[in-house]
């Protein structure tokens, strides 16, 4: 681990008071989670390299800072998950990304009604399938329906289509998926954060955003154009601060640096 995060104080667990997650089903209730840090102590300390920076430099420096990381088995992120997208409602279940499900957290697997692990940066964009890196980052991956992940499939994203069965809020045709509002910022910035990571050094393709659909098996996703609009319509909240949170103090130990800087969007891309 390197001495910026060994100097880098932990968040302590905070109780809300109430807790609304925009899923698509009405949800409060006292709950547990984690406070996000103040934007200057991250600044102070975890981001510091890339403070002032833009462009293909800032780029460059956070992929240095997220890429020190541990990584998860494709088998460790199942537990990963029920910890990262519990409900904060029901600790007995994880919300869905796409349907905004509450579901329980044992109901996983590949039957139908059973929630499986999405890729959202679709695996066959780089063919890097379910190896230990991009295949396991949990800052892509998330709990959903089996059937509903199955119309995604490898889709790019953009807007338009009809509507998903199953998933209201979301619409698809045959190159393309658009998720429900409340998570299309979600959407945006889990895509950027792996074309950050995965520069092409590790093994694996260099993955970058363009604005294209049916991009196959190229190490590319679209369109980007239609996902920084998603990610300035849809900014940050608290379910998304909160998995961010879990994600670096329990698991990978690495963060998504758009959820904390919504900003570095536009001063990359």
């Known amino acids: 681990m390197s001495s910026r995060r060994r100097f880098y104080a932990r968040p302590l667990l905070a109780t809300a008071a109430s807790i609304v997650v925009l899923t698509g089903v009405a949800s409060a209730a006292p709950a547990a989670t984690q406070a996000t840090p103040p934007a200057t102590t991250l600044d102070d300390t975890y981001y510091q390299d890339a403070l002032g920076k833009t462009g293909t430099a800032l780029k460059s420096s956070l ?48 039957n139908t009604g059973d929630w499986n692990r999405e890729h959202v940066w679709a695996k066959s964009h780089g063919d890097f399938g379910t190896a230990t890196g991009p295949g396991t980052d949990i800052h892509h991956l998330r709990p959903e329906d089996v059937q509903v992940n199955s119309i995604r499939g490898n889709k790019d994203f953009d807007n338009g289509g009809s509507a998903v069965s199953g998933a209201p809020g979301n619409l ?44 196959g098996s190229a190490p590319n996703i679209g369109r980007l154009s239609v996902l920084k609009q998603w990610s300035q319509e849809d900014p940050p909240d608290s379910f998304e601060k909160n998995r961010n949170e879990v994600i670096f103090d329990r698991f990978q130990h690495n963060r998504n640096p758009f959820i904390d800087h919504p900003e570095w969007v536009e001063a990359i891309w």
């Open 172 to 215: 698809t045709d045959g190159d393309s998926f658009e998720p429900r509002d409340a998570v299309k910022g979600d959407v945006a910035r889990m895509i950027l954060y792996m074309a950050v990571r995965y520069e092409g050094d590790d093994a694996f393709a260099d993955l970058e955003p363009n604005d294209r659909v049916s991009n």
């Open 63 to 110: 992929h240095t800072i997220i890429s020190d990381q541990t990584k998860l088995s494709y088998s460790q992120v199942w537990d990963a998950l029920k910890a990262t997208d519990q409900d904060p409602a029901n600790s007995s279940n994880v919300i869905l990304l796409y349907t905004g499900r509450s579901q329980s957290k044992s109901e996983n697997g590949g």
